[in-house]
T-cell receptor, first 110, second 117 residues
């Protein structure tokens, strides 16, 4: 698995946009950028995946520049319930063995 | 209906005991996994089964033995529990054609917090 680096923590307030940048300098050609979210006392939950440019779903947007050496997960207008740990992974089609680092702890305050 | 369920949610036991954790998924998936998450939130895979057959067996002590009676169930039995086994254990599942990139999605259970005293 390509190594990824992301900030340990981020603080925000309700209604703000939160952007989490993930670095993956050694990403392989066939790797996809994948993000999971984990609430306290729950299992991780897949939120978004992309290969290049921009992907958007009902939860988040994922921006991947042309060189693919980094990516940014954007959470629009966060609420208190978005407080969680967010994990960035670079996965190929054969990567069934997920491995999470410490992730980014996002804390949303009122 | 819960997609991936685990029992028990909490397990407190003494060193040296043997315990089991059960996992069931009702998603019709062919592949199931066991992960261990430590106190620093690092999550690592332990085992994976596809259609009841073991396909991933990471470097895990042989005190840990998974069993898959059918593709909807993957149980984890742990012998001679040690202090270092204390962690949260997650079961997950994915369809045979996903789990990797391009529609990579694994569905996790709520976790079992194991505390060994």
């Amino acid at each position: 698995l390509a190594k990824t680096t992301q900030p340990i923590s981020m603080d925000s307030y309700e209604g703000q946009e939160v952007n989490i940048t993930c670095s993956h300098n050694n990403i392989a050609t066939n790797d996809y950028i994948t993000w999971y979210q984990q609430f306290p006392s729950q299992g991780p939950r897949f939120i978004i995946q992309g290969y290049k440019t921009k992907v958007t779903n009902e939860v988040a947007s994922l921006f991947i520049p042309a060189d693919r050496k980094s990516s940014t997960l954007s959470l629009p207008r966060v609420s208190l319930s978005d407080t969680a740990v967010y994990y960035c992974l670079a996965l190929s089609s054969n990567d069934y063995k997920l491995s999470f680092g410490a992730g980014t702890t996002v804390t949303v305050r009122a | 209906d819960t997609a991936v369920s685990q029992t028990p949610k909490y397990l407190v036991t003494q060193m040296g005991n043997d315990k089991s954790i059960k996992c069931e998924q009702n998603l019709g998936h062919d592949t199931m996994y066991w992960y261990k998450q430590d106190s620093k939130k690092f999550l690592k895979i332990m085992f994976s089964y596809n259609n009841k057959e073991l396909i991933i067996n990471e470097t895990v002590p042989n005190r840990f033995s998974p069993k898959s009676p059918d593709k909807a169930h993957l149980n984890l039995h742990i012998n001679s529990l040690e202090l270092g086994d204390s962690a949260v254990y997650f079961c997950a599942s994915s369809s045979e054609t996903s789990g990797g990139a391009d529609n990579n999605e694994q569905f996790f259970g709520p976790g079992t917090r194991l505390t060994v005293l």
